[in-house]
């Protein structure tokens, strides 16, 4: 039963359902044309008897009838007895030969050899003692033919009947879970062919098999993206990695090979402690990503207060106080993982003074970090007077491994750290922006939910 298919199954029980109900609706109009016709017959009984008893007088013990009297009319036999019960005018059918004794008024159901009658009888009183009895007899009409002839035409339909359920309900079935078998189909190519780039593709509807192929295509279209995503960090990441190993490869090899006076070998060696310290930063960059990967359930949330965390910054790292102009509202507060915002607010004073600074800058155009609140928002701004960004580079920048300037990147780091930034603000409900005019510098602003400071009394 398992291994039926649910279109066999549907069609089956659908047929089999209408089979019994076309069973129960013969049944029922056997049943109803039976009642009909007897009822018909009843009716016309008890109308010739009521009519018949009109067209007959009684006096002084005699019975007189009238002149046209019928004693057999729509098929009703009438009889008249005695008082004593003996038959004094009309023919009794040769099939009823029951004593069925009078019963006045009752309209009966009588048996007698083989054959159903109807009867009923009347008192036709002649003064106080004495009178006759009229007898009214009617066979009763035989059901058999009526419903010999439903079932044959039952017989005769059935099978027609069956067929059309059948075939037609298969077909409808068929036609409606299309759909299914397309999406069954384009699953198991997307398996076997391992190619995310498949689509369902059905057309736009508000049916539920459309609806589906929608919400499956989105959930592919998803799955490649996140897929490619992976693929190309996992790509960059090792290609980020092999440039220092082969830096530090061929500088091992060198030194092996050839030898080196004691001031080459502390170049090696330094240049070998660079690249190093380099890998450790970007192994250590790439597990925070990961970490990060993981979600908000990695985070510890607590009341920040955004001015006194860039005081702390400032005064921890050894930033050139000369540089740093800093413009810092009190009471900026939000709900947010001090580790992590501290290490947003690096990455942007970091990048401000990596590539923010020109050897130029005047001493008014000093680097600017500023908190303040802006309607709902608590907002930190760090704003260089540098190069600034080319248009075609602000959207990129946020991608990681993406550098403007790649050619700088073994000097500067390896593009993760506004993707991180990015990713951090999202954490925390928020997000970033950027302004940045060629020649003019760049100011990137976090956006994040302001939360009001519990006071406490
Ligand atoms: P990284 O600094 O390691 O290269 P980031 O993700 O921090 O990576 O930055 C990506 C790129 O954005 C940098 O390579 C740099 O070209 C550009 N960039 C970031 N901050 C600034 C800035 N303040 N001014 C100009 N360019 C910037």
């Not at 500023?370 to 760090?382: D, H, I, N, P, T």
């Not at 248009?391 to 506004?418: M, P």
Request: glycine share 8%.
């Amino acid at each position: 039963m398992r291994n039926i298919s649910v279109k066999m199954k549907i069609t089956v029980w659908i047929t089999l359902l209408m089979t019994v109900l076309f069973a129960l609706l013969l049944a029922f109009m056997v049943f109803i044309s039976n009642s009909v016709i007897r009822q018909t017959a009843m009716k016309q009984l008890a109308g010739t008897v009521q009519e018949k008893i009109t067209q007959i007088q009684v006096s002084d013990g005699k019975i007189q009838f009238a002149e046209n009297f019928l004693f057999y009319k729509n098929g009703v036999s009438i009889l008249v007895y005695s008082k004593k019960e003996s038959l004094l005018a009309g023919q009794l059918p040769v099939s009823f030969t029951t004593a069925e004794p009078f019963q006045n008024g009752q309209l009966r159901t009588v048996r007698s050899d083989q054959t159903s009658y109807l009867v009923l009888d009347l008192w036709i009183p002649d003064g106080w003692e004495n009178g006759f009895w009229m007898r009214g007899l009617m066979e009763a009409p035989e059901s058999g033919q009526t419903v010999r002839n439903l079932v044959t035409v039952a017989f005769i339909a059935l099978p027609f009947f069956i067929f059309l359920t059948a075939f037609g309900g298969y077909g409808i079935l068929r036609r409606a879970f299309r759909p299914l078998s397309s999406i069954t189909r384009t699953a198991e190519n997307i398996n076997e062919a391992k190619d995310l780039s498949r689509r369902i593709g059905l057309p736009p509807g508000k049916n539920e098999f459309s609806r589906l192929a929608a919400v499956i295509d989105a959930l592919f279209e998803r799955l490649e993206k996140s897929f490619e995503g992976e693929k190309q960090f996992t790509a960059d990441a090792s290609h980020e990695l092999r440039t220092p190993v082969s830096i530090i490869k061929g500088a091992c090899e060198y030194a092996e090979k050839y030898e080196e006076t004691p001031e080459e070998r502390r170049e090696t060696i330094s240049m070998i402690h660079r690249q190093a310290n380099k890998m450790s930063d970007l192994i250590s960059q790439l597990l925070n990503i990961t970490r990060l990967d993981q979600g908000v359930d990695a985070l510890y949330m607590e009341e920040i207060d955004l001015g006194a965390l860039i005081k702390k910054i400032c005064r921890e790292r050894t930033y050139d106080q000369n540089c740093l102009g800093l413009n810092l509202q009190d009471n900026v507060t939000v709900k947010g993982d001090a580790a992590l915002l501290t290490r947003l607010a690096e990455n942007l004073i970091d990048n401000a003074f990596k590539y923010g600074l020109r050897e130029t800058t005047p001493a008014s155009e000093v680097l600017q970090i500023s908190v303040f609140q802006e309607g709902e928002e608590a907002l930190l701004r760090v704003q260089d007077y540098g190069p600034g960004i080319p248009q075609e580079h602000q959207e990129k920048i946020w991608q990681r491994f993406y550098q403007v300037d790649a050619s700088r990147g073994q000097a500067t780091g390896a593009g993760l750290g506004l993707a991180m930034v990015r990713q951090i603000a999202q954490l925390h409900g928020g997000y970033m922006t950027l302004e940045s005019t060629e020649g003019k510098g760049s100011c990137f602003t976090l956006h994040l939910p302001f939360s009001e400071k519990k006071k406490s009394f």
